[in-house]
């Protein structure tokens, strides 16, 4: 933890800023540990304190960060500083105010992305505990593929799914999953509904659970009974764009051109119009995370950064499919596939 700190103060040393507050939650936790629901870290070149009230002054201590309590008031800690930046994303317009006003000699900054752009890159530790909570969410859909049984509803599934994950390890989902069967599997955010599994339908299952606060996500698809042409055809082509993408990757590759290289496998069997979001997205903290894996993004991909490759065909009234896993590039350049579970067109 200490480490991220001082990367972090490297960073305000070279944007000069005097000190710099961070509030999202998340940052706060990747930076000292700390997981209380109120506390702000507040960062300068020479040290950091984290700002919160008695209810987690213990949290505090057992992280060991410092810890400056604040009902004792703010102008203490900022009235120091000329130019203390802030999340830009994180901060209403009446806290600002309020701090503008309770100091009115310090410029405040906006600042975007600057934690976010420590986590892109995964560390040792991270990695580690990430590794831990693919096992345990590979295992978990495993054992829930067991109950998948005609009569079963997208309820019961996902409750079954909860306690598996939770037996497991998992602290919980890390969204609501996305159950899906027959015809629904082609609208890609289901809502879940009442309706039960019938006989010979295909179910689609887009998950991820939570360990000591990293979070996983994978999709797979499954089938009752021999698939029919039509499942056959574009499970085939989404299987495709997985492989050929993740084959594809390159350290310092545009993730724009990886997702180009996915569409197009796609595209030229004449299903590109039915893939209709980007190839993947970061994980970490948070399921939806930096880098962005679209046609749009302006990243490049480097060594430590953990991403999904989810290419997906979804025909209205027909069915869908998506095959989501999530990659890992290790410190070599090599990439890592870390859901390593079945991928084949599998029956029931």
């Known amino acids: 933890m200490k480490t991220r700190v001082k990367k972090l103060q490297k960073l305000l040393k070279d944007k000069k800023l005097n000190a710099f507050l961070v509030s999202a939650r998340n940052n706060v936790r990747y930076l000292c540990g700390f997981t209380g629901t109120n506390g702000k870290l507040f960062v300068t070149p020479a040290g950091h304190v984290l700002i919160t009230d008695a209810r987690y002054f213990e949290t505090a201590r057992k992280c060991g960060v410092p810890y400056y309590d604040q009902s004792k008031g703010l102008k203490g800690v900022m009235r120091r500083y000329k130019v203390i930046g802030f999340e830009a994303e994180n901060m209403t317009v009446a806290r600002l105010k309020k701090y503008k006003k309770l100091v009115p000699g310090v410029k405040f900054r906006p600042i975007t992305g600057l934690v976010e752009s420590l986590r892109l890159i995964k560390d040792k530790s991270e990695m580690k505990i990430i590794k831990e909570a693919v096992k345990i969410a590979c295992k978990s859909l495993e054992e829930l593929v067991k109950k998948i049984k005609p ?198």
């Not at 939806?288 to 009234?317: C, D, L």
Request: glycine share 12%; proline share 4%.
């Open 151 to 348: 009569g079963v509803t997208e309820d019961e599934l996902e409750w079954e799914l909860l306690k598996i994950g939770r037996k497991n390890g998992a602290e919980g989902f890390s969204f609501p999953p996305i159950i899906t069967f027959g015809k629904d599997t082609a609208d890609i955010h289901h809502q879940k509904g009442e309706g039960r599994l019938k006989r010979g339908e295909m179910v689609l299952i887009d998950f991820g659970l939570v360990y000591q606060g990293y979070i996983t996500d994978m999709t797979r698809c499954f089938f009752q009974r021999k698939m029919t042409e039509f499942e056959q055809k574009i499970y085939t082509v989404v299987l495709k764009a997985n492989q050929t993408a993740i084959k594809a990757i390159k350290v310092g590759m545009k993730f724009s051109d990886l997702d180009k290289i996915a569409r197009r496998v796609i595209e030229k069997t004449g299903f590109g119009k039915y893939f209709t979001h980007a190839l993947g997205h970061g994980t970490g903290l948070e399921v939806h995370e930096a880098p962005i894996v679209s046609e749009k993004s302006k990243e490049r991909i480097k060594p430590g950064m953990v991403f999904t490759v989810e290419p997906g065909i979804y025909v209205p009234g027909k069915g869908g499919v998506r095959i989501e896993d999530m990659v890992y590039i290790k410190p070599n350049g090599k990439t890592e596939v870390l859901t390593d579970y079945n991928r084949s067109m599998r029956e029931l």
